[in-house]
């Protein structure tokens, strides 16, 4: 079974504050995992996702994740935020071969000027 | 590519009525699903369909829900009757074969607001 917490729903930095919203996993076999952002009214697009090939992963937009698998963790970064970064950014999980994405709950990231 | 494109962006109707949300999956992709996201839930998945055949429907939540994909660039997600606890965003998303990745990367419309008053 496989499970994805995120830990925030809402996160607030300033403009040109690092970015960290958390992610914990759950899978009982080696995950795959991703990070998708959602600006208002409009669908999911992918951030960035980890496939095994490399623990530190580069997305667009200037975000990264680092995977650590002791820790089930995949939390996303972003040295200095912008405010065109304000969204809701959703976490997932799933295996090799499977279609089922497992999505947290998503969090909310507001950023002050 | 246009993308995943859906219709209508939104949707006001009353209980008790037909809704139809459409779909058309990036071409070349033989996966699509059907998603819903409310406040409460999050998102789920409802159904998904291969090279235009239901695989997996665990997700739809009653019998009121049907999803067809006629062919492979059309897909549909009726609701007959609507009920206001259907009121929120369906998703949907295409995704190519995962190949030797094993990655179902999936590709998401911009989705369907649905408000049943």
């Known amino acids: 079974a496989q499970s994805v917490t995120q830990l925030g729903s809402h996160v607030s930095v300033s403009e040109g504050a690092l970015v960290l919203l958390r992610c914990n996993y759950s899978?009982?076999?080696?995950?795959?995992l991703f990070w998708y952002v959602q600006y208002p009214n409009q669908g999911l697009q992918l951030l960035l996702k980890?496939?095994?090939?490399?623990?530190l992963v580069k997305g667009i937009n200037g975000f990264e994740a680092e995977f650590k698998k002791s820790e089930t963790s995949f939390h996303l970064t972003k040295p200095s935020a912008h405010m065109s970064d304000a969204a809701e950014y959703f976490c997932?999980?799933?295996?090799?071969?499977?279609?089922?994405?497992?999505f947290g709950t998503g969090t909310r990231l507001k950023v002050l000027a | 590519d246009a993308g995943v494109i859906q219709s209508p962006r939104h949707e006001v109707t009353e209980m008790g009525q037909e809704v139809t949300l459409r779909c058309k999956p990036i071409?070349?992709?033989?996966?699509l699903f059907w998603y819903r996201q409310t406040m409460m839930r999050g998102l789920e998945l409802l159904i998904y369909?291969?090279?235009?055949?239901?695989?997996?429907d665990s997700g739809m939540p009653e019998d009121r829900f049907s999803a067809k994909m006629p062919n492979a660039s059309f897909s549909t997600l009726k609701i007959q009757p609507s009920e206001p606890r259907d009121s929120a965003v369906y998703f949907c998303?295409?995704?190519?074969?995962?190949?030797?990745?094993?990655?179902?990367?999936?590709?998401f419309g911009p989705g369907t607001r649905l408000t049943v008053l």
């Open positions: 071409s070349g992709h033989d996966y």
């Open positions: 899978s009982s076999v080696p995950p795959y």
């Open positions: 980890y496939t095994s090939a490399a623990t």
């Open positions: 998303a295409s995704s190519s074969p995962p190949g030797t990745s094993g990655i179902y990367e999936q590709f």
């Open positions: 997932a999980v799933s295996a090799s071969g499977t279609y089922k994405y497992i």
């Open positions: 369909f291969n090279n235009n055949v239901p695989i997996d």
